[in-house]
T-cell receptor, first 114, second 115 residues
Framework: AQKITQTQPGMFVQEKEAVTLDCTYDTSDQSYGLFWYKQPSSGEMIFLIYQGSYDEQNATEGRYSLNFQKARKSANLVISASQLGDSAMYFCAMQRQGAQKLVFGQGTRLTINP | ETGVTQTPRHLVMGMTNKKSLKCEQHLGHNAMYWYKQSAKKPLELMFVYNFKEQTENNSVPSRFSPECPNSSHLFLHLHTLQPEDSALYLC??????????????FGDGTRLSIL
C-alpha cells in the first residue's frame, strides 16, 4: 500500500525567506508520480508541481522546486523567496502507474510572517 | 470561466434531507473525481468517472450517489446523511488514461454540514 508522510504540521517563515516542506513516501512500485498541491483557506486545491519517479532532473515551476531523493523516498517542496500569499496548507500526493487515485499526506500549514 | 466550478460552496442539511452537489469542468477533461476532506484526515478518493462511466467506488456508503451525465458535469446526490459526513467535498478533473503526468485539477469544494 502507498503512504505519504508529512511530518511538519505547521511551519512559520519570514517573508522573502526560502522554505522546505518535507514529504516522504512509501511504495513498492517502480513507476509513480509525486505531486504537490496548495490549499488556501478558500478550499481550492491548487496544483503546484509534478515529479515522475523516472525523471532524472528535479522538477521546477517558477518559485517552486522539488528536491527528489528517490533512494530516500523523499520529495520535499522548496519555495524560494516566500510571499505572504504563500500562506496555506500544502499537500504532498502520490499516484501509482496505472491508477488514477491520488494518495495524500496530512498536509503542512505554512504561515508567512511579514 | 474558472477551470472546475462547484456549487453550492456551503450546504447545511438535516439528516433526513436530500440534496445534490454539482461540479462542472471547463478544461476539456474526460475524467472526473469526488474526494472527501474531513478534519484531521487526509483527502479520501470517493468515486472516479472516465468518459461518463464510473470506474472506481472506494467503498462509499450508498447514501452518496454519484451521477455523471457527460464528461463536463458530475453530481453527488446525498440522502439520509450522518453527522460524520460533515466535510469538504472536492471535485477534480483530469485527462483520462493512466499517464502519471496528468495532474488532477480541483474545484473550490462544497463545505457540507449535517445537523
Amino acid at each position: 500500500a502507498q503512504k505519504i508522510t508529512q511530518t511538519q504540521p505547521g511551519m512559520f517563515v519570514q517573508e522573502k525567506e526560502a522554505v522546505t516542506l518535507d514529504c516522504t513516501y512509501d511504495t513498492s512500485d517502480q513507476s509513480y508520480g509525486l505531486f504537490w498541491y496548495k490549499q488556501p483557506s478558500s478550499g481550492e486545491m491548487i496544483f503546484l508541481i509534478y515529479q515522475g519517479s523516472y525523471d532524472e532532473q528535479n522538477a521546477t515551476e517558477g518559485r517552486y522546486s522539488l528536491n527528489f531523493q528517490k533512494a530516500r523516498k523523499s520529495a520535499n517542496l522548496v519555495i524560494s523567496a516566500s510571499q505572504l500569499g504563500d500562506s496555506a496548507m500544502y499537500f504532498c500526493a502520490m499516484q501509482r502507474q496505472g491508477a488514477q487515485k491520488l494518495v495524500f499526506g496530512q498536509g503542512t500549514r505554512l504561515t508567512i510572517n511579514p | 470561466e474558472t477551470g472546475v466550478t462547484q456549487t453550492p460552496r456551503h450546504l447545511v442539511m438535516g439528516m433526513t434531507n436530500k440534496k445534490s452537489l454539482k461540479c462542472e469542468q471547463h478544461l476539456g477533461h474526460n475524467a472526473m473525481y469526488w474526494y472527501k476532506q474531513s478534519a484531521k484526515k487526509p483527502l479520501e478518493l470517493m468515486f472516479v468517472y472516465n468518459f461518463k462511466e464510473q470506474t472506481e467506488n472506494n467503498s462509499v456508503p450508498s447514501r452518496f450517489s454519484p451521477e455523471c451525465p457527460n464528461s463536463s458535469h458530475l453530481f453527488l446526490h446525498l440522502h439520509t446523511l450522518q453527522p460524520e459526513d460533515s466535510a469538504l467535498y472536492l471535485c477534480a478533473s483530469s485527462q483520462a488514461g493512466r499517464m502519471l503526468n496528468q495532474p488532477q485539477h480541483f474545484g473550490d469544494g462544497t463545505r457540507l454540514s449535517i445537523l
